[in-house]
């Protein structure tokens, strides 16, 4: 069971209700639930769309895209059904956020998706778990058995005549690429995960060919809660356009890894050294991978900056998921960089070939170099793929995996070069066998 | 407009409304499964959109996605066969051969490997007397090395079959594994 963690820094906004048996319908109710969706039937989408608005609130997925503005872009009219879609493919290393909500709120999961439906005009919501997330799956399926017994879900909610919202929990079977929006939409309709090409959006052309609005599991479990405490309350505890509080999870060399509930642009260098205890057994800090593997990587020296989208992407990287990994001194950046393109070589679902291609040569590349046979021209060939990756997919994972590999070696590029003379810096994590064989998967 | 064509010839129905099974006769799987899969093709526009979580349940019953069960799902979803091993192959849960009784996946992407996920998993190798993908000759234990599991937090960590088990250490390990193969093992279904 996830270790729950807290700190005075924390604003608590999402988790109000964690730790308190929320997943029981009941408790949830009395802790202010299902009240947010009555009362959005009440105002009605546009009052519902312009409270999101004024939040501030960006999907926290890791695009960060404004979830009001998403939501506005789905057409009134439409001869097909439209749909609400909550992803909950949680895949991104690094990130377990969406673990903690589905455990200790799933509710909160459904209430926000019946609101999104009653924003954009669907009638019918999915909620996608991973499928290594069975244990979780058996808790939202409780949660959506037990709102439907009470009459939240289903024909009439809530008593009110004409208004149906029906919810269908849905399972993956182990694919990081369904975490990307289409990809996701291909594997609810049966299909291999692979992207699909845009334009046209989701919110024109999603799921079964409807109108759809797809936002992260964190994104629609906030919603609930910006509803009852208003836009502009919500958008005050962030910073200047990033709305609100999110979920952060701190993992790695810290001495108390967890997942904490911090104001949008809170700085980093605090989140690690106070909110997370510091740098384990007092070791120092090398390097921090700040939103989910595919940020990159921010030095030592570059960690004074805020958590928001904007401050971060001006700093050179992004919030991404939320994950913040933290590298202590002993960590040896080539081996690092290795395990990470290795992850984006497994998953790369050899739909567009940059990816499928790249991914390949970079890990081979860092394979030969981590084994000793490296010559200082790797180097830039890696920089070579990974630049000729960027941009050049048709979803994000090709650009996922050139992103933090070209973070590495212009970085740490001295680091690279040193390895590859035979001055390593680092003590090996990977075992040996994996060093010859690779992840054999 | 592959979006378009995702759609497929059938056209989308509201929820609940009455998508017709195709008529299975000597069901392979139990009769709960069979009861499950009849409820579960209902719940969609189209009823393909069952076939990821109806092949993870199947191999849930079976121990893996059997010849027979990719026929017979087929036959429920009125697919080919062929369009049926195209998704199978794309999943990494999805497995077509048995895996050991207690499948040990231990994940070694970065947090846990940060934290000691090599060593645990070096440590399941030597402790099972099997390498990755591999089952031992008592088909009680399975190990894999997996890619992120999602409990980075609470690294390093594994999964034996569903059930999570978090801030491993090779002595906590040891106790975990005595315990499935006791028979006191969670075991989430």
Redesign the interface.
Known sequence: ???Y?SHPDEVIVLKRRHGQGAANIDKYIELDGYKAVQNAIEQGPDWIINTMKASGLRGRGGAGFPTGMKWSFVPKQSP??KYVLVNGD???????K??VIFLEDPHSVIEGTMIAGLAIGA??GFIYL??????LL?IVEKAVADAYAKGFLGKNIFGKEGVDF?I?T???????EVGEE?AL?????????VP??KP?FPAV??L???PTVINNAETIASVPHILLMGGEAYAKLGSERNGGTRLF?????VER???YELPMGYSLRKAIYEVAGGIKCGKQLKAV?PGG?SCPVLKADEIDVGLDFDQMAKAGTMLGSG?I???DET?SIVE?AL??IK?YQ??S?GWCIPCREGTDWIKKTLTRVYNDGGQKKDIDNVQYLAENMMGRTFCPLGDAAAMPTLGFVKKFRKEFEDYIEGRKAGTP???E??ELAG??? | MRAEGAVGNDKPKSCGSGNTMAAVTNSIFSPELAARFDRLVTLYPLKRSALVPMLLYAQDEIGYVSEAAIQEIATRLDLFDLDVRSVLSYYSMLRTKPAGKYNVQVCTNISCMLRGGYQILDHCKKKLGIGHKQTTPDGQFSLEEVECIGACCWAPAMQVNYDFHEDLTPAKVDTILADYAAGKGKDVK
């Open positions: 069971m996830p270790r963690v097909k059904p949680e895949s991104e290393p690094g990130t377990c969406d673990h009638k019918m991973r499928g290594e997330y069975r244990y058996k029906d269908v849905q399972t993956g079977a182990g694919a990081y289409s939409m291909e594997s609810l309709e049966g299909k291999r995960g699909r090409i046209p052309v999603g079964y060919g409807g999870g701190i993992s790695g060399h890894p967890g997942v991978v593997s994950g990994v933290v590298l960590v690092f395990r990470t992850f497994h998953e679902c994590l990977m075992s066998e994996q992840v054999g998967h």
